[in-house]
């Protein structure tokens, strides 16, 4: 039977907790990791209505794109909304798990699939991410090269764009005395050996590393293994903020707008002056994105859609962009059955369900 843990690990996978942001709160926030999983409710928000379901429905778990606690409290009391959600959730032993910009902000994740929803293909990162890349360089013997190369691939080293299995290999020779307390591999204790090597340059995202390094030490046959570990500025083109594509058939900006309206299903837009332009490259950014404008503009985009956009940041919006804030809860909401399917996809053995309540506090008249 699966636990609590093995449901989060998986959840790493398709976007880790070190891609959120510094303010954000994703992850495990309440439960017992080593608790068997009886069900899962995915839900937008977690709110009590929420709570009551997943007690209805008998889920010990709610996945939910929202963190339940976002900001850091000095006291959970019954006195506050968040205060009820967490005293209710651990009396009743749910786990809480949030997955949110850190699957904003991979190539997989919530922009995606708004995207694919409003029909964009060709889908790019709008702002890709520095500083999350590194490299590990290793020595091996000849022999062993194609082993602990093929392993660390396996591991999720060697990804550079749409390429994979991507490696730089040197041949060199490597020195080494064995102390009188080892068991050397290759050579003799307290005698110098030269031994022929391959010097194995692999990049890899940073939130890998761990599982990295313990696949090399597991693989590699020398009893020490030698290893470097260096940061890279390289961006990762599979990480960042939105996301810009191109519609198949360029629309109007008034074809566009409805649209759009059509598939978030929803009854107004806020957008900029109209211009009788074509809208053809078209960036996205659930949630809140109004960062992103100029980013949008200098990409060639015709549209941005987003939401959150506030009175003055309209004014930001260059002539040649058609700005649409089409609402937060709107821009991110088929994150619900993204998380839903991908973890019916991996867990088989338990009921996946998608909540049924909706937690949009934002109505129109």
Request: charged fraction near 20%.
């Amino acid at each position: 039977m699966s636990i609590v843990n093995d449901l989060w690990n998986a959840l790493c996978l398709l976007a880790h907790p070190s891609l959120q942001e510094e303010y954000d709160n994703s992850g495990l926030i309440t439960g017992d990791r080593w608790a068997s999983v009886t069900g899962v409710l995915v839900s937008f928000d977690v709110n009590e209505a929420v709570i009551d379901e997943a007690i209805e429905r008998h889920c010990n778990v709610i996945v939910a794109h929202h963190p339940a606690l976002f900001r850091p409290l000095k006291q959970i009391t019954s006195d506050t909304s968040t205060g009820r959600i967490l005293l209710r959730a651990i009396r009743n032993n749910i786990a809480l798990i949030a997955m949110h910009t850190n699957l904003d902000n991979h190539l997989q994740g919530v922009n995606r699939e708004l995207g694919k929803r409003i029909g964009l293909s060709n889908l790019n990162i709008l702002s890709k991410v520095e500083g999350k890349l590194r490299k590990l360089t290793t020595f091996v013997p000849t022999n062993y090269t194609e082993a602990v190369r093929s392993a660390m691939f396996e591991a999720g080293a060697g990804n550079i764009g749409h390429y994979d299995s991507c490696s730089y290999n040197t041949n060199g020779t490597g020195t080494f005395r064995a102390g009188e307390h080892t068991n050397p591999f290759v050579g003799e204790r307290n005698n110098i050996h030269f031994e022929p090597e391959v010097k194995i340059e692999v990049v890899y995202p940073q939130w890998l590393e761990k599982q990295l390094v313990e696949t090399l030490k597991r693989v590699h046959p020398y009893e020490e293994v030698a290893y470097d570990l260096f940061q890279l500025q390289n961006e990762i083109p599979v990480i960042g903020a939105g996301m810009i594509g191109t519609l198949d058939t360029p629309m109007k900006e008034e074809s566009f707008l409805d649209h759009l309206k059509t598939v978030l299903g929803t009854p107004g837009l806020r957008h900029t002056k109209l211009s009788n332009r074509m809208i053809s490259s078209v960036a996205i950014c659930g949630g809140s994105g109004s960062f992103l404008i100029r980013k949008a503009a200098s990409a060639g985009a015709d549209a941005f859609v987003t939401g959150d956009v506030k009175y003055h940041e309209f004014f930001e919006s260059p002539e040649q962009l058609l700005l649409v804030d089409a609402g937060h809860y709107e821009t991110e909401q088929f994150t619900v059955q993204l998380l839903a399917h991908y973890l019916t996809e991996n867990f088989p053995n338990f009921a996946v369900l998608i909540s049924n309540v909706n937690t949009n506090p934002v109505h129109y008249a």
